[in-house]
């Protein structure tokens, strides 16, 4: 079987010390942080990605997978224990989670959330071994016409299902792609949208974009509105960190169910764990027999919405590394990674860089164990990370996230522009305009204009290749029709309130 | 009735959609006039004009079209903004970036905290200067010992 030597393989490379320790030290820094209040996995990634850079290529890589799986963990805390979510998915789990804790019942809601989460990575790993190596070879056959329209797709994806208004989204995607355009351009030689300043020849780093948006304009906006919130008592005995058997019993097929939808969503462009979380909540309350139950602290509004959750996020992993088009804007923040480290994201990665694929795949297992086992016993240890007060937290993130935006270059003046995308980002947070899509077209915005010029070049200057290759057409249409869906239902939706 | 008709352009114009509309739009036109110096090319070979000019062409669309759509829909919310934090977060950033290589690490991050904690009531001096100093050897361990990032400490 090609299949488990090449598992043996990945598991050769996870399992060096230092792959490991990676793995442990990412799944642990993402949970302290991600616990934090305010700050969600895609800040926590943005805030640690520069310690990564220091890396070789599959370390990091595993690092940053690790923080992410660490990262929903700790959101899942403070969502329950705080009814506070810091970000999309987990106000889902604060619908049933929060009131599991207020009944005192927080240790089963986290052990379960943590199990749930196993249950789903780990169906989702074997999804991404089966599923992204033929994905793969099938997109070898795609030219730079396919490549153009699969990432024009994979944006309209991302604009259409923001939440919010499509125009906004798309405005956002469009100032995305302006603002990856900053820099020499490689073909000609000439300073796009430099101003004159040597410093941004070299472009500007999606890392102090993703900063800006989404860790400093999120304590600007948390500072605002911060009233005290109120931790709820837990005890986290170890009595109370096994769950009983019934809750098991009930629980476990509300898991496979999540799993599922997050299956189904995950590898989707533009959904992402955001979108599956709130599906399988929504089909979980259809499905149960009392629906009256769920807002109440059942389990299942815990266990399935995490399954999803983690399923979706490992399942997108199989588009980001196999066609190099990111679901969302934590996925492009690893693909933008991974370019630093030199790595073109494609078809070729798993046939050129085996031990990146494999190796990330194994240590996704190793990272979900990681979390069962070490977390789980120190959950009493990561609840008391939330009752550090703000006024201790805010100025050390800042000092972290400065330091570490300065780490890249040694120059203060990234410390000058990320001050400005953090401005940047509160008023387009207060305007009503979705920062991810933004994200998703600075690190797509190079990509997408190179296949533009080699698809012109192939066809010789004829803009009708991106309609008459039949897959380039059919991925146009998939965003054509993403369009006129969004434009139908949401009339729908006006005409019916 | 005219100043009835004045307060409803106010109202419109403040609102959440026309006000990004019209950022879309300016900066759009922006973008649009820094290209006129790239060269277009041509489809076979497209310049380094080409892109930008189609991206800010239909950014700008996309303005035009939220503020038309604001305008006809009567949009009314207004963004709710309470410029303090903001103010002084960013404040703080400024600081920390002008003094970290004139002032040294101990200054700049006193500075970082103080601006960080002016923007959070109440204001306490011991505690922030306790911060600081707790915050100043940290760096020193993470980015100093382990990154070995170049960090000076007094001016």
């Given amino acids: 079987m090609e299949l488990f030597t090449n598992l043996a393989f990945g598991f050769g490379v996870a399992m060096t010390l230092s792959n490991l ?111 992204a190596p033929p994905l ?65 020849t070299d472009g500007i780093s999606f890392v102090i974009i993703a900063m800006g948006f989404f860790a400093i304009s999120e304590i600007m906006s948390n500072l605002e509105t911060r009233t005290g919130t109120q931790i709820v008592k837990a005890s986290f005995a170890w009595g109370d960190l096994i769950p009983s058997a019934a809750i098991l019993r009930r629980a476990f097929p509300s898991m496979l169910r ?81 370019m630093i480290h030199g790595i073109t994201p494609g078809p070729r990665v798993i046939t050129d860089h085996p031990e990146l694929f494999w190796g990330l795949v194994a240590s996704m297992w190793i990272g979900n164990v990681i979390l069962l086992v070490l977390n789980i016993p120190l959950i009493g240890l990561w609840v008391r990370v939330l009752s550090i007060p703000y006024s201790v937290l805010c100025p050390t993130i800042l000092l972290l996230i400065c330091i570490g935006v300065f780490s890249t270059s040694n120059n203060p003046i990234d410390i000058v522009i990320l001050a400005a995308f953090g401005v940047i980002g509160y008023i387009f947070y207060k305007l009503d305009c979705p920062a991810a899509p933004l994200l998703l077209g600075v690190i797509l915005g190079p990509l997408i204009e190179e296949n533009l010029r080699r698809a012109l070049l192939i066809s010789l200057g004829d803009a009708t290749v991106f309609v008459t290759r039949p897959i380039s057409l059919v991925l146009l249409l998939c965003a054509f029709f993403l369009i006129i869906g969004f434009i139908i239902t949401s009339a729908r939706r006006k005409s019916a309130s | 009735m005219m100043n009835l008709a004045m307060a409803d352009y106010k109202k419109l114009i403040l609102s959440k959609d026309f006000l990004s509309g019209l950022i879309f739009t300016v900066i759009a036109a922006g973008l649009l006039w820094e290209a006129r110096g790239y060269a277009m090319g041509s489809m076979l070979r497209m310049g380094p004009g080409f892109f930008p000019v189609i991206i800010s062409s239909l950014l700008g669309l996309m303005g035009i079209a939220i503020l038309v759509k604001a305008t006809l829909e009567g949009a009314r919310e207004r963004p709710v903004f309470a410029p303090m934090p903001a103010l002084l977060i960013t404040l703080a950033l400024l600081a920390f970036a002008f003094s970290l290589q004139r002032l040294g690490l101990v200054i700049a991050t006193l500075l970082l905290v103080t601006l960080t904690r002016l923007a959070m009531r109440p204001f306490n001096l011991i505690g922030t200067l306790l911060l600081s100093g707790v915050l100043v050897l940290l760096s020193l361990v993470v980015f100093g010992y382990f990154l070995r990032l170049p960090l000076r400490l007094w001016p």
């Fill in chain 1, 258 to 338: 999540g799993t599922a939808v997050g299956a189904i969503f995950g590898p989707l462009p533009g959904s992402g764990p955001t979108l599956a979380s709130f599906i399988s909540y929504s089909l979980e309350k259809r499905v149960a027999r009392d629906p009256s139950r769920f807002g109440k602290g059942a389990i299942e509004g815990v266990t399935a919405p995490e399954a999803s959750n983690n399923t979706a996020a490992v399942t997108g992993f199989i588009p980001t590394l196999t066609l190099g088009i990111p679901g969302d804007a934590i996925m492009a923040l690893l693909l933008g990674a991974l």
């Fill in chain 1, 136 to 200: 793969a070879s099938f997109a070898l056959r795609f030219g730079p016409a396919e490549y153009a329209s699969m990432m024009i797709l994979g944006l309209v994806a991302a604009a259409v299902l923001s939440q919010g208004s499509l125009l906004k989204g798309l405005a956002m995607v469009l100032l995305g792609l302006a603002i990856g355009l900053v820099g020499i351009d490689v073909n000609s030689g000439v300073q796009r949208y430099t101003f004159g300043s040597w410093h941004l």
């Fill in chain 1, 21 to 131: 320790a990676y793995c442990l030290l990412g799944v642990t820094i993402g949970t302290l942080v991600g616990i934090l209040p305010g700050i969600g996995p895609l800040a926590t990634i943005a805030m640690l990605l520069p310690i990564t850079f220091g890396l070789d290529p599959v370390g990091s890589l595993i690092m940053l997978a690790g923080i992410y799986y660490g990262a929903q963990f700790g959101s899942s805390v403070t969502a329950m224990l705080l009814n506070m979510p810091s970000h999309a998915a987990a106000a889902v789990v604060c619908l049933d989670g929060y009131p599991m804790a207020k009944q005192g019942r927080a240790a089963e809601g986290l052990v379960m959330s943590a199990l749930a989460s196993f249950v789903g990575g780990s169906i989702a790993i074997v999804l991404v071994m089966t599923l």
